[in-house]
């Protein structure tokens, strides 16, 4: 995914800590975003989704906030617990439905 | 809730052989999309049908062929396998209409020696 990137490429959090991954795109024009989380040797998980006239969208213990401006997506997880240890990809749907992957981020937490 | 089905989850093939990889979308979802993620990689979009016809076309080698069939679900064929192939291969559904969600499966692993 050239046009959708992860500043980090690795995050270690303690547990019970917020853990806040980013990401950056470059297409303008995507209008919809999605967050990934794959566990080792299993597809990615549906996290939360975000279009691009929200700047910002909860779920269970998950914030999505999407900034236009700069072109930057985030992904706050409450309370992080070691079932959230995982890499965390964001995507961008950037023609027709089909999904760019950023670099992805492996969240490491500890007890 | 019913998920998105792969077989085989891992298969081992030798270099020139070929290899089916097949996908049950969850039902009800009419649009299927196929990725291959390269060990330490994010994963690459390869093709996409919607109601059984070929909808967008990725990064896939001419070597490899897909479709969808009448029931939804959708093969990935490869031919002339070579060690670059080793990867997992995902298959994702979606509902289609205004909904962009994807619903990945758990992936076939397919090494190729």
């Known amino acids: 995914g050239e046009s959708v990137g992860l500043h980090l490429p690795t995050l270690s959090v303690q547990e019970g800590d917020n853990s806040i991954i980013n990401c950056a795109y470059s297409n303008s024009a995507s209008d919809y975003f999605i967050w990934y989380k794959q566990e080792s040797g299993k597809g990615p998980q549906f996290i939360i989704d975000i279009r691009s006239n929200m700047d910002k969208r909860q779920g269970q213990r998950v914030t999505v906030l999407l900034n236009k401006t700069v072109k930057h997506l985030s992904l706050q997880i409450a309370a992080t617990q070691p079932g959230d240890s995982a890499v965390y990809f964001c995507?961008?749907?950037?023609?027709?439905?089909?999904?760019?992957f950023g670099a992805g981020t492996t969240v490491t937490v500890r007890a | 809730a019913a998920g998105v089905i792969q077989s085989p989850r891992h298969l081992i093939k030798e270099k020139r052989e070929t290899a089916t990889l097949k996908c049950y979308p969850i039902?009800?979802?009419?649009?299927v999309y196929w990725y291959q993620q390269g060990p330490g990689q994010d994963p690459q979009f390869l093709i996409s049908f919607y109601e059984k016809m070929q909808s967008d076309k990725g990064s896939i080698p001419d070597r490899f062929s897909a479709q969808q069939f009448s029931d939804y679900h959708s093969e990935l064929n490869m031919s002339s396998l070579e060690l670059g192939d080793s990867a997992l291969y995902f298959c994702?559904?979606?509902?289609?209409?205004?909904?962009?969600?994807?619903?990945f499966g758990p992936g076939t692993r397919l090494t190729v020696t």
């Open positions: 994702a559904s979606s509902p289609g209409g205004e909904s962009y969600e994807q619903y």
């Open positions: 995507a961008e749907n950037i023609d027709d439905y089909k999904l760019s």
């Open positions: 039902p009800r979802h009419d649009t």
